[in-house]
């Protein structure tokens, strides 16, 4: 199975390009390696900054990879979470596809 790091402000932006919130991601944690395969579960909260996640409806989650250089980001590798509802709760869970990446150290 191959083994894909995944840095967590790679969600945050995916997220953060769709819901344009300032959201506090508080799971995976940050530098997290995931593995294609795997299930993982993301949570967040409101980070206090306008506008809140109560003004907010829908939101999409899109896997990305890289670093935080230029030239060394990659999006979207593959869509986890289309058309999830803010008002459901503050987490999504999705699989991490096999194939998406390769073993590399992200940096």
Do not use: E, K
């Not at 409806?57 to 986890?80: D, E, H, K, Q, R």
């Amino acid at each position: 199975m191959a083994r894909m790091a995944i840095p967590l402000f790679s969600l945050l932006l995916a997220l953060a390009s769709y819901a344009l919130a300032d959201i506090h991601f508080t799971a995976p944690a940050a530098a997290a390696s995931l593995q294609a395969g795997s299930t993982i579960t993301m949570t967040w909260q409101d980070s206090g900054v306008a506008p809140s996640l109560a003004d907010l409806t829908n939101y999409v989650i899109n896997l990305c990879a890289g670093g935080n250089t230029a030239g060394s980001f990659l999006c979207t590798l593959s869509t986890l979470v289309a058309g999830g509802v803010f008002s459901a709760d503050n987490s999504a869970t999705a699989t991490i596809p096999a194939g998406v990446g390769a073993d590399a150290v992200n940096g």
